[in-house]
């Protein structure tokens, strides 16, 4: 089972709740699990849940060298390439490696071989575990300006570890994904077989959340809701997923202690025993959530 637990803005909670379903799940549900960050801009899980890392890689997208002296500069990768990172100045084939978004084209279009493939770095992929919680995340180099490869990185990853020896001991995965609803986000949520989206009832929230459901529902993955500082806005969030018929997981009181709780790096469920409930409920909801998926 993968969950991806994502938001239509930064800001609503999205990690404190990825972080306290990871924290709960193995009680609640009597399975391990595996705890994926794959906001690798601004990766933070590891502040609540605090892993040792085990392992450190290098994730590399995979770029073009060009051979001038094979090169007969007729235009083909040029052509193909529609982010300009090939291309011909003067009587020089050149390369843009940051433009590069490594679809490998360039090389397959080349008709006498000139073009080879190369590396650069876009970050690195993080493993540890904090106590029983697997843990995985990437870290996006400082000056790259493409996320996706990485989190796509980050989930080949993934899959390798549930496929591997592992598998018995990390069946279920929760999925941290980016805020809103680029790319990045869409890269992240990919894989899941369900969506989990935290929204606060204010005038932002919702409209920053309507937009996160316009754009994963084409996908045709379940979704539900956490809503957070449940409280603190009006019905206008509870009036559009009645309409739109997507089920509210949780709601999360809008009160100091958790604020609290969160600013320190503390988890939902150990603010009080009243919370803790909430998040083993939460962990049910999600697991039939996604059920609903694979029997669909």
């Not at 071989?113 to 970050?123: D, N, Q």
């Not at 100091?256 to 600013?263: D, K, L, N, Q, S």
Request: some cysteine; hydrophobic content about 45%.
């Amino acid at each position: 089972m993968i969950a991806a637990i994502a938001s239509g803005k930064g800001g609503t909670g999205k990690t404190t709740v990825s972080a306290s379903l990871a924290s709960v799940w193995t009680q609640a549900l009597g399975r391990p699990v595996l705890a994926v960050d794959l906001d690798v801009e601004e990766p933070n899980l590891h502040l609540f849940l605090h892993p040792v890392i085990a392992r450190n890689t290098v994730a590399s997208l995979e770029i073009p060298v060009v051979d001038a002296t094979v090169c007969t500069r007729c235009g083909a990768c040029r052509t193909l390439c529609q982010f300009g990172a090939i291309t011909i100045l003067g009587d020089a084939p050149v390369v843009f490696a940051e433009m590069c978004h490594g679809c490998g084209g360039c090389l397959a279009v080349c008709p006498v071989g000139a073009i080879t493939p190369g590396a650069r770095e876009l970050g690195c992929i993080e493993e540890g575990a904090a106590g029983s919680i697997g843990f995985l995340s990437g870290r996006l180099r400082v000056g790259e300006a493409m996320s996706p490869p990485l989190i796509r990185a980050v989930t080949r990853r993934m899959e390798e570890l549930l496929a591997g020896p592992a598998a018995t001991a990390l069946p279920d995965v929760l999925l941290d994904a980016p805020p809103g609803v680029s790319c990045p986000a869409a890269a992240a949520v990919a894989k899941a077989d369900c969506i989990v989206l935290v929204a606060e009832p204010t005038p932002f929230g919702v409209n920053d959340f309507i937009l996160a459901v316009t754009a994963f529902a084409p996908l045709g993955k379940p979704m539900g809701v956490v809503v957070n500082r449940a409280g603190a806005g009006n019905d206008e969030l509870y009036d559009f997923c009645r309409q739109a018929k997507l089920p509210i997981l949780a709601e999360i009181p809008n009160d100091r202690r958790i604020a609290e709780t969160y600013a320190r790096g503390g988890l939902l469920a150990e603010v009080n025993e009243d919370c803790r409930r909430l998040c083993h409920t939460l962990a049910q909801a999600v697991d039939r959530l996604a059920r609903e998926a694979r029997h669909a």
